[in-house]
């Protein structure tokens, strides 16, 4: 998809997330003492109460938890269809993503796929989109 | 002064159309003078106001009228009132009142749900659409990935339903099929037309396995419901709905970080509340912003198991406006428009009463669950009367 994207804006709490395809790897914030992981990223774990959180690497791969095709044109500029997914993050038990499905047809997705994270960047923000693997 | 009990004692709604010109504060006072006239009482009576979600001034076509415009309009002398978004969905507004009156904060609190947002579509330079500009907060999570619109959050809900359970899409239309057969009978109802399974099944998609008739429309309206503490209702001549229960449970608040939406953890708690049980219950009124919201709510208040939904609204029969849990027998927000959560606890009331007439469900009514919310949102009413 080539059209244009609302883009987040970028804050303290979130500007890792976003910013963290620069060097091609995916980052979630995790709890540096009970290593739970905590998305969306907030100053606080919420299983330990530390507060000693800092992002952490994950592998980038991940499984389709579920999925829609969107049909429905939102902008003039959106091109259709194409797969919204809800992305179960490998190494970071208990935490989705919602993000697209890219590089197959619509019709290849299914829940359970193996996908792995490709960035796209817009600006300063890099998308975590994910591709099907193997 | 502390009541036991709390009452729906009055109800009003506006007129429901798209594009309306009349002044959103104006359609507000047509639906409280309603309710003022169903009760009894005047507006000298009214000492609370609740109202979800607030005046939202960047975006006023969802709610452009907020308790204190009220209050300052009409000059009211309120001892209590209440309005904002970070409630668990819509009719949180009402539950919140109920526990106010019991408090004794209030005696006679008015609840409100204005929406104008077909108006506000047609006339954007009076009623802007938020600026368009970085999306932050819980929007920052889907918006980059085009799923700007909450079909697309819950559609993702409904394939785990295809996929996981085998819901089909002939079981799935039994809800629009049926808010749209019980709208015919509601003369306020926004959509008339009769809606065949051909034309569902044939209607254009729009985030799989959702099509455009298992949405709602855009509308412009108020519904009010008047909530009167239990020692007040000498002061009130309107058959007394009581608010058996209520139950508002968020566990994360994200569309994508839960395996189930808040309408599981919500229906579970409602009968947590309160000794009447699913099957005493004679009608229910169950959110359908989006159809398949419906069918989570039977499933999350225990009315078929997780996952039988599909199953159990299968060839509609039982959820007909004569079968054995009449579903949403004003149209639901599908057929009577987008009157946003109010509209359920409404019809709960008026089906309660006996004062249905072409939609009248059979029999002697007496308990009614009124649901609204969906995805990390839920908000639950069960309404009997005594």
């Not at chain 2, 006679?108 to 204005?114: A, D, G, L, S």
């Not at chain 2, 001549?237 to 009581?242: D, F, L, Y």
Request: proline share 6%.
């Amino acid at each position: 998809m080539s059209s244009p994207r609302p883009l987040p804006r970028l804050d303290p709490d979130n500007r890792f997330f976003w910013t963290s395809g620069e060097d091609g790897k995916l980052r979630f914030l995790q709890c540096q003492d009970c290593k739970t992981f905590l998305h969306p990223p907030r100053p606080i774990c919420f299983q330990c109460l530390s507060e000693n959180v800092a992002p952490s690497v994950v592998p980038g791969t991940g499984v389709v938890d579920t999925f829609t095709i969107n049909h429905q044109k939102w902008n003039p500029a959106m091109e259709v269809p194409f797969v919204i997914a809800r992305v179960a993050i490998d190494g970071a038990p208990g935490v989705f993503l919602t993000t697209n499905i890219i590089d197959c047809a619509v019709n290849e997705v299914e829940i359970g796929d193996k996908v792995e994270v490709s960035f796209l960047q817009q600006d300063d923000v890099w998308l975590p989109l994910f591709r099907k693997v193997g | 002064m502390a009541s036991k009990e709390a009452y729906i004692t009055g109800i009003g709604q506006s007129q429901v159309g798209q594009k309306l010109t009349r002044h959103p504060l104006l359609l507000t006072m047509d639906a409280i003078r309603e309710a003022l006239d169903d009760s009894g009482l005047s507006l000298a009576d009214i000492d609370g106001i609740s109202t979800y979600p607030g005046k939202m001034s960047g975006y006023l076509g969802f709610s452009p009228v907020g308790a204190e415009d009220l209050i300052d309009a009409l000059h009211l002398k309120v001892r209590w009132y209440n309005g904002g978004m970070e409630t668990s969905a819509q009719l949180g507004a009402v539950a919140t009142a109920a526990a106010a009156v019991k408090a004794g904060l209030a005696r006679h609190v008015i609840c409100f749900r204005t929406v104008y947002e077909a108006a506000a579509m047609a006339r954007p330079q009076d009623y802007p659409m938020p600026r368009p500009g970085r999306v932050e907060s819980g929007s920052q999570w889907t918006a980059p990935f085009n799923a700007t619109s909450a079909v697309t959050w819950v559609a993702q809900y409904a394939m785990r339903h295809v996929k996981k359970y085998g819901m089909t899409r002939e079981q799935l239309a039994q809800i629009s099929l049926t808010d749209r057969k019980n709208a015919m009978l509601n003369p306020r109802a926004l959509v008339r037309e009769p809606l065949t399974l051909e034309q569902y099944m044939e209607s254009r998609l729009i985030a799989e396995p959702m099509c455009l008739f298992d949405c709602d429309r855009f509308s412009d309206a108020s519904t009010v419901l008047i909530v009167s503490a239990g020692d007040a209702l000498g002061e009130v001549k309107a058959t007394p709905i009581r608010i058996a229960a209520s139950a508002y449970r968020s566990e994360r608040h994200s569309w994508d970080q839960t395996e189930f939406m808040a309408s599981y953890p919500t229906g579970a708690e409602l009968w947590k509340n309160t000794d009447y049980k699913p099957k005493d219950v004679d009608t229910v009124q169950l959110y359908d912003g989006f159809a398949f919201l419906a069918l989570t709510w039977l499933e999350g208040l225990g009315f078929c198991g997780v996952g039988e939904g599909g199953k159990f609204i299968e060839g509609g029969r039982r959820i007909a406006l004569d079968g054995e849990l009449p579903l949403n027998t004003f149209g639901g927000q599908i057929g009577a428009g987008r009157l946003h959560g109010f509209g359920f606890a409404h019809e709960s009331v008026v089906q309660l009463r006996g004062q249905g007439g072409e939609r009248q469900i059979k029999g002697d009514p007496k308990v009614a669950v009124a649901a609204s919310g969906g995805g990390p949102l839920a908000s639950a009413l069960l309404l009997a009367r005594d």
